[in-house]
């Protein structure tokens, strides 16, 4: 089956941690997304990617980093620096040539205590 | 890169057809109109896209009027199981879209 993997679907860290959430697609697709949503609101772009060794910061990367060293994955790592990191982390896969249908994995919780 | 304005939400009873419109006042020459819909607790999920007139698929239909500074969604006779939130989107051949609240639809028996 072809599709966008998040691991773990909850996640729970202590103030403090660096933390790293997961996302693999096997669509072949060249560009990646990452997105926060907090309860009520809309999604939020965080990184985005769209070719190997290569990404741009979307509004609100501060407090996160990302590495995109092969085509089917791009982890999300929330450091210590994120000020309000418990949220739902959404990653998105979509092919290179516009316009863009982004497909998205099940999610992420993370709670941060 | 173009803002998008709808409804919060909209109540609508089972085999009712719904129609969510959508403003987007600055839309671009290259943007195409994107309506996802996400259910609590997963990732959005592509319904329909379009550039300008009608697009129909299985699912829905998608209204462009010549201006472009606006949309509608269309969902024929929905169901409890439509009950969800829908975002209108807006973007370029840059990949970056931009996520409003969308309209929360909820459908009673």
């Known amino acids: 089956d072809g599709g966008i993997t998040q691991s773990p679907k909850y996640l729970f860290r202590k103030e403090g941690q660096n933390v790293t959430l997961s996302c693999e697609q096997n669509?072949?697709?060249?560009?990646m997304y990452w997105y926060r949503q907090d309860p009520g609101q809309g999604l939020r772009l965080i990184y985005y990617?769209?070719?190997?060794?290569?990404?741009q910061k979307g509004d609100i990367a501060e407090g996160y980093s990302v590495s995109r060293e092969k085509k089917e994955s791009f982890p999300l790592t929330v450091t210590s620096a994120q000020k309000n990191p418990t949220a739902f982390y959404l990653c998105?896969?979509?092919?290179?040539?516009?316009?863009?249908?982004?497909?998205f994995g099940p999610g992420t919780r993370l709670t941060v205590t | 890169l173009a803002k998008t304005t709808q409804p919060i939400s909209m109540d609508s009873y089972e085999g009712q057809e719904v129609n969510i419109t959508c403003s987007h006042n600055?839309?671009?020459?290259?943007?195409?109109i994107t309506w996802y819909q996400q259910f609590p607790s997963q990732g959005p999920r592509f319904i329909i896209q379009?550039?300008?007139t009608k697009v129909t698929n299985e699912v829905a239909s998608l209204f462009i009027p010549a201006d472009r500074k606006s949309s509608t969604l269309s969902l024929p006779r929905v169901s409890l199981s439509d009950t969800a939130v829908y975002y209108c989107?807006?973007?370029?051949?840059?990949?970056?879209?931009?996520f409003g609240q969308g309209t929360t639809l909820q459908v009673k028996p």
């Open positions: 998105a896969s979509s092919t290179s040539a516009g316009p863009y249908e982004q497909y």
């Open positions: 669509l072949n697709h060249d560009a």
């Open positions: 990617s769209q070719i190997v060794n290569d990404f």
């Open positions: 600055n839309i671009a020459t290259n943007d195409y």
């Open positions: 379009g550039y300008k």
């Open positions: 989107l807006v973007g370029d051949n840059t990949g970056k879209l931009i």
